[in-house]
């Protein structure tokens, strides 16, 4: 496993990382969970992504729980705070009360004294930008937080956020959590480039475009069985991906794969860390050996000829 800096921040971050959106404390059972956590741990992996609202705090305890066998310092624990957990006017948001509660639950379903990287989830317009930033330099202050990143903000609004931090003299914001993929690509052209300027990093979710940058889908072929594609409960996220354009640039793409003796996740994979700014993918896994296949992207550079003929794939 590589690992990479976070951001202008000290803090060195695997290539791959371990998410639990739509399966830990729900989707799969708790033992089945916990072996994936200690397969992705064995193998290098040390950040790990949840939210408060997976499953409304039970992905938390999961990976709290799975976890906890290990020593504290060996691992990046990254939740987040900012969709409903509720029904009050004060169960959501970014307002300095919502997230000082909040930080204090997750910190208890977790079972540990402070998070690593605490992530805005979303942009909350209902607050100040001044008052959300205050607070998340509270939690560093007191130690609850060592960092602090966003998720799917825009442009101008990671803009303010950095801008703010100076200004204000706070602690900067490290990190944005964008959908980043072969087939999303919309960070490329201005996100990345004023990250870049302003020491934030990637923390990219969805890389496989919810699996159907694994190859395991045909064009003109039934879905697998056990896919999530098959399953009307968990196929929301992934049955607008299901077209047979894409599909058939996926089958493209294994000549390219196989060319370079990886699988086409793999190489979609190894195509996201192309970029410098990009300092790790949050892959999902149901089985443990799926982390095993993913991990083998780390390190994995790409030709530059590679990066044209997948170019050309996908502009086709």
């Known amino acids: 496993m590589q690992y990479r800096r976070l951001g202008n921040s000290g803090l060195k971050v695997s290539e791959l990382s371990l998410g639990s959106w739509l399966t830990y404390g729900g989707a799969i059972d708790d033992k089945q969970s916990e ?11 040390n950040l790990f992504d949840t939210a408060n609202v997976y499953h409304k705090g039970d992905a938390e305890r999961v990976v ?12 990046v624990l ?6 409903p957990m509720g029904d009050g006017p004060n169960d959501r948001g970014l307002s300095r009360k919502h997230i000082r509660e909040q930080c204090d639950a997750s910190l208890q379903r977790l079972g540990v004294d402070y998070i690593d990287l605490y992530q805005c989830h979303r942009y909350d317009t209902d607050t100040p930008l001044e008052e959300t930033l205050r607070a998340l330099d509270d939690l560093v202050t007191q130690g609850k937080v060592l960092y602090t990143g966003v998720s799917m903000w825009k442009t101008e609004q990671l803009l303010d956020a950095a801008h703010m931090a100076k200004r204000l003299n706070l602690h900067p914001i490290i990190s944005n959590q964008p959908q980043y993929h072969m087939f999303r690509r919309g960070i490329e052209k201005e996100i990345v ?8 990093g990637q923390v990219v979710f969805s890389p496989l475009a919810q699996g159907i940058l694994t190859g395991k889908y045909k064009p003109g072929t039934p879905y697998p069985s056990d ?3 098959a399953d009307p409960e968990q196929n929301g996220a992934i049955i607008h991906f299901m077209k047979e354009e894409l599909l058939d640039k996926v089958d493209k793409l294994r000549m390219i794969a196989e060319r370079n003796e990886l699988s086409v996740a793999q190489l979609a994979l190894a195509w996201v860390l192309r970029l410098d700014n990009v300092a790790s993918c949050i892959i999902g896994a149901s089985r443990p050996q799926q982390v095993e296949e993913n991990v083998r992207a780390s390190g994995v550079k ?3 000829i590679d990066v044209l003929e997948i170019e050309e794939i996908l502009q086709g």
Do not use: Q
């Not at 709290?64 to 691992?75: D, N, Q, T």
């Open 302 to 304: 790409l030709s530059d």
């Open 35 to 45: 072996s994936i956590i200690d397969k992705a741990y064995e193998l290098g992996i």
């Open 78 to 83: 990254a939740t987040k705070v900012c969709v």
């Open 227 to 229: 896919s999530r594609a």
């Open 64 to 75: 709290g729980r799975a976890l906890s066998k290990h020593p504290r310092e060996s691992y």
């Open 193 to 200: 480039p004023l990250c870049t300027r302003e020491g934030i």
